[in-house]
Structure formats: C-alpha cells, structure tokens
C-alpha cells in the first residue's frame, strides 16, 4: 500500500502550514489531459500541499502533450509525487479539497467508482469544496443517495466547455484558496467555468 502524503513544491514549513488538496485523476489509456493537469497542478501548488490519486495507483497516461511541454511533463515523472496514490485507501478526512482536472477518461473508470464515490461523500457531508473541471464532471455521477438518486442534484454545475482556457484553472484555484480562508456561506451560484459544488437553497 501505498503511504498516502502530501505532494508539491515548499519547504517543510510550507506544508505544514497549508491545506491539502486531493487530485483525483483517470488510469485509463489517455485518461487525463494533459493541458488541464499541468495548469491545476502548477496553480494549485502554490496554495495548497497536493497528493495526487487514481483507481488502483496506476500511473497517469496524459493525452495532449505539446511540444512546449514536453519538458515539464519529463521532470514531473521524475518526482515522487508523479507516482499516485491509491484512491481505494486514501482517507477523505485528511483532505481540505478535491480536484478533478479535465480527465476524459473519468467517464471509464471515476464515473462508476465506489471508493470515490465514498470519498466525495464524506466532502459533501462536511461541506467541503469540490471542483471538477472538463470531462472531470462526469466522475461526481459516482455519488448516490439511498434511493440510488444523485447526490448531487440540488446542485448547481456549469457545462463542460468546448476549450478550456488557462484562466478558467485561476478561477478555480482562487475558488478554492477563498473557500479555505474565508469558509463562505455557499448560498447562490458562483459563475466560474467548470466549477460545480454550490448548493442551491
């Protein structure tokens, strides 16, 4: 098993002292995009301790490298933290908040998982934020009620864009440090691209 540790850049007191963010990524043959993971990886580690999972810890296979790129993605598997987490052990409670980047295999493997599923759950329940970005939505449809209804369905979501922009991952990392400093009442829709987790009232 795996030991489930925060990842990114910063020194010993930097990760003590900020929030953890899960990212939970696709395992399938050209699951996670790689534009999408680049940018929510970069922005989000400047804020937040990040620890990277997928179904079964299998290594991520990114579709959409260019060649500007290129060398990035080189030293980024050269990291410990390129390796992922099992997502069938990680432990929600020990994360302040989800990220799921534009993955177009979600629709394969997170769509129907149970663990995640059981992840997303406990977020819900103690009010935690989630965002989802892309193709990285359909992986909440994981999440059901009792009566098999979605969990998420007095819920506010944006579309999935047809090209998203590197502001649109801004908007979601500012989310995301907002929520974690501010702790805000979520009680209308916020109008950021791909974002989802505003409760209605």
């Known amino acids: 098993m795996k030991k489930q540790g925060s990842t990114g850049g910063g020194g010993a007191t930097d ?28 922005l989000a580690s400047s804020a937040f301790n990040l620890q990277v999972a997928s179904p079964g810890g299998k290594a991520l296979d990114f579709v959409g490298i260019n060649e500007v790129d290129t060398r990035w993605f080189q030293d980024f598997q050269l990291k410990p933290y390129a390796n992922p987490a099992r997502l069938e052990s990680i432990d929600g409670s020990r994360y302040h908040a989800l990220l799921i980047p534009h993955c177009p295999g979600a629709m394969t493997d997170l769509a129907n998982s149970g663990y995640l599923a059981r992840i997303l759950q406990h977020f819900k329940t103690e009010k935690k934020p989630i965002c989802a970005i892309g193709h990285g939505v359909t992986a909440l449809c994981c999440v059901t009620n009792e009566d098999k209804s979605w969990a998420f369905q007095d819920y506010s979501l944006t579309g ?42």
Do not use: D, E, W
């Open 15 to 42: 990760r003590l002292t900020k929030p953890t963010c899960l990212i939970v990524c696709s395992a399938v043959t050209g699951g996670v995009s790689a534009q999408s993971f680049l940018h929510t990886f970069t």
């Open 160 to 201: 999935v864009s047809t090209q998203i922009q590197p502001n649109t991952f801004s908007a979601v990392i500012q989310y995301l440090i907002y929520f974690i400093y501010t702790k805000p009442t979520l009680n209308k829709y916020h109008k950021l691209p791909n974002l989802i987790l505003v409760k209605r009232q």
